[in-house]
């Protein structure tokens, strides 16, 4: 099956500063994913995803960029703000009507004042 | 309701119990999702449930965990004989047929003593 690895597992960073997490998946068939932002206590909601078949994709300060080739792919957050920090996960799946999404263990992100 | 409902909220149980943790898909989603989150940890995968299509189980720990679902409607997941590794967060997710983001609830969490 599909297996996500994720890193760095915790990250602090200076308010206004980007952070960027990194994702890597083993199954060459997986063409989607997306990244979701679990804050303290809270249900886990999607905040950006992307599809095989494009390698880029900006919502305002969130950018997630994919190399199909090395199979990665990462979440870069720009002018981090205090209310960014949460736990972010990668996943992928093999998309089509039915799909399993195999999510990444995590990275805490704290944003300093 | 508008969103996913998951119930009881909060269950402590004694070890060699069962217990049943329900889930209420928001309405009109095919597809349902458990999975199971320890603390500090990510979001492992149980069981995946799509349409009137064979469940997909292979996330499922030991055959002390069982799920169900009716149609396109109530999910229950099932854990039997608990053990104090069982003590988790369990979430509910369910998806739209056509479209990728998952809609998390907010969780049972279980706390075996």
């Known amino acids: 099956g599909e297996n996500v690895e994720q890193h760095p597992s915790t990250l602090s960073v200076q308010e206004g500063d980007s952070a960027v997490i990194k994702c890597t998946y083993s199954?060459?068939?997986?063409?989607?994913f997306p990244w979701y932002k679990q804050e303290l206590g809270k249900r886990p909601q999607l905040i950006i995803d992307i599809r095989s078949n494009v390698g880029e994709k900006k919502d305002q300060r969130i950018a997630v960029t994919l190399n199909k080739t090395a199979k990665h792919f990462s979440l870069h957050i720009t002018e981090t703000q205090p209310e960014d920090s949460a736990v972010y996960f990668c996943a992928a799946s093999i998309g089509g009507s039915n799909y399993k999404l195999t999510f990444g263990k995590g990275t805490l992100l704290t944003v300093n004042p | 309701g508008a969103g996913v409902s998951q119930s009881p909220s909060n269950k402590v149980t004694e070890k060699g119990k069962d217990v049943e943790l329900r889930c209420d898909p928001i309405?009109?989603?095919?597809?349902l999702y458990w999975y199971r989150q320890r603390l500090g940890q990510g979001l492992e995968f149980l069981i995946y449930?799509?349409?009137?299509?064979?469940?997909?189980k292979s996330g499922l720990p030991s055959d002390r965990f069982s799920a169900e679902r009716t149609g396109e409607s109530v999910s229950t997941l099932t854990i039997q004989r608990t053990q104090q590794e069982d003590s988790a967060v369990y979430l509910c997710?369910?998806?739209?047929?056509?479209?990728?983001?998952?809609?998390f609830g907010e969780g049972s969490r279980l706390t075996v003593l």
């Open positions: 449930f799509q349409g009137n299509s064979a469940p997909d």
């Open positions: 199954d060459s068939a997986s063409n989607y």
């Open positions: 309405s009109g989603h095919t597809a």
């Open positions: 997710a369910s998806r739209p047929k056509a479209a990728g983001e998952l809609f």
